[in-house]
């Protein structure tokens, strides 16, 4: 088993934080697109079709591609304890990205609250001490009451996105989101490990289609969550929280990862878990004062603003 340090954590951390910043771009790109096209149904396939002819959206999916492949990268060099929670400053890059494809100067009180999710970020990683770096799912782990956890709060979220209207359907689409995210990041593991092996050897295992197949699911939710959303910021911030959330409940509950669980550790963990959560609640609720005090001047304009309002 090895552990979470030396080479593995200098091609691990970088790759994970420039997927990171290819992932906020994504963001940022294809939730301005989802604008420029008609809201359709939840899970409706049509569109994606349409959001195919906006080249802004296809250079989403470009930023898309680049890092999902420098998160494959860094998982096949570092545990989910290491690189899930790096994942949590694609919020960070998606604001700045937002407000350099609008033009705008970056917002003091948004770049603090990014600046609070790093820095709750590092004393994690620092109190955590993750170590395991295990390719497949641990014999010795109980995967079934998380699979149910996960299964029934995805279910939950969908039924509350279908049957009420407003920020109550973003939010249960932005769960049901980051939850597909976090899984589709554990099984992105187990297929990093298998391509160890030779390249032909995930497509002899049933866990890289079980990823073809959550993984567009969850990129599908994830376009509907930034059409109906009215703002970017809020909605990518539940996301951006339980995707690395679910991504460390994977490692330690089906892969046999570790953290470092000393009652004085485990409180660590959760006062920087708690500033995490601070800032995120920080560029959320900024995102919705300055669209309330002038709708042109927050991160998540809506593109059929009238010219001159931002």
């Known amino acids: 088993m090895v552990s979470a340090s030396g080479t593995s954590l200098l091609l691990a951390v970088p790759a994970a934080v420039a997927g990171a910043a290819s992932m906020g771009l994504a963001s940022a790109a294809q939730a301005r697109a989802t ?20 080249p802004l959206w296809l250079i989403g999916m470009v930023a898309t591609g680049a890092g999902l492949a420098l998160q494959l990268i860094a998982l096949a060099y570092a545990p989910l304890l290491v690189v899930q929670p790096l994942l949590i400053t694609s919020l960070m890059f998606a604001g700045v990205f937002s407000a350099r494809l609008e033009r705008r100067q970056l917002d003091r009180v948004m770049v603090a609250g990014a600046l609070i999710c790093v820095a709750g970020l590092a004393g ?55 939850v597909l995210y976090g899984v589709t990041a554990g099984l992105m593991k187990v297929v990093a490990g298998q391509a160890r092996d030779g390249l032909a050897e995930p497509f002899q295992n049933w866990t ?58 485990l409180a660590g963990e959760a006062m920087a878990g708690a500033v995490i959560l601070v800032g995120i609640v920080l560029l959320a609720s900024r995102a919705e004062h300055l669209a309330r005090a002038q709708p042109g001047a927050g991160t998540d304009v809506p593109l059929n603003a009238p010219e001159g309002t931002a």
């Open 124 to 178: 994690f990683l620092v109190v955590a001490r993750p170590t395991g770096d295990s390719s497949d799912f641990a014999d010795a782990t109980g995967p079934l009451p998380l699979a149910i956890a996960l299964a029934t709060l995805t279910i939950v979220a969908l039924v509350v996105a279908l049957l009420v209207r407003g920020s109550l359907r973003v939010l249960g689409l932005a769960v049901a989101t980051g």
């Open 208 to 265: 890289l289609y079980l990823v073809c197949l959550i993984g567009p699911l969850g990129f599908l939710l994830s376009q509907n969550t930034f059409q109906q959303g009215r703002f970017l910021t809020p909605a990518l911030a539940v996301i951006t929280a339980l995707d690395p959330l679910v991504g460390v409940g994977i490692g330690v509950w089906w892969m046999g990862e570790t953290a470092n669980s000393a009652p004085w550790a």
């Open 35 to 54: 604008k420029e096209v008609e809201v359709g149904r939840i899970l409706d396939p049509g569109l994606l079709r349409g959001l195919a002819h906006r």
